[in-house]
């Protein structure tokens, strides 16, 4: 098993910055990638950022140019740097990581989320 613990949630304003963690532990060896997911209320859960053990990076439209998602392998952590915050990045942020076993077979892992609320 996997488990995963955001951290660096928080209130912001509008053009400011906040840079969110995750911890891994467990079975961390097995891990093909990690991401970062937002849910915004009233909304589905969306696809923020991701990146996988090779190193490729993915990112959502919106927030190109303005978030980077990055890893510390030595500590077992993924981050995500959001710069130039805007009202509609407000949302709660959830790590992921995901597992891909044998006959693309895959596994998902979410962290408990942190709220980000950026005021205008």
């Known amino acids: 098993q996997v488990q995963l613990v955001e951290s660096g949630g928080g209130l912001v304003q509008a053009g400011g910055s906040l840079r969110l963690s995750c911890a891994a532990s467990g079975s961390i060896f097995s891990i093909n990638a990690m991401g970062w997911y937002r849910q915004a209320p009233g909304k589905q859960r969306e696809l923020v950022a991701s990146?996988?053990?090779?190193?490729?990076?993915n990112y959502a439209d919106s927030v190109k140019g303005r978030f980077t998602i990055s890893r510390d392998n030595a500590k077992n952590t993924v981050y995500l740097q959001m710069n130039s915050l805007k009202a509609e990045d407000a949302a709660v942020y959830y790590c992921?990581?995901?597992?891909?076993?044998?006959?693309?077979?895959?596994?998902?892992?979410w962290g408990q989320g942190t709220q980000v609320t950026v005021s205008s």
């Open positions: 992921n990581a995901r597992r891909t076993a044998s006959l693309g077979r895959e596994y998902d892992y």
């Open positions: 990146l996988t053990s090779g190193g490729s990076t």
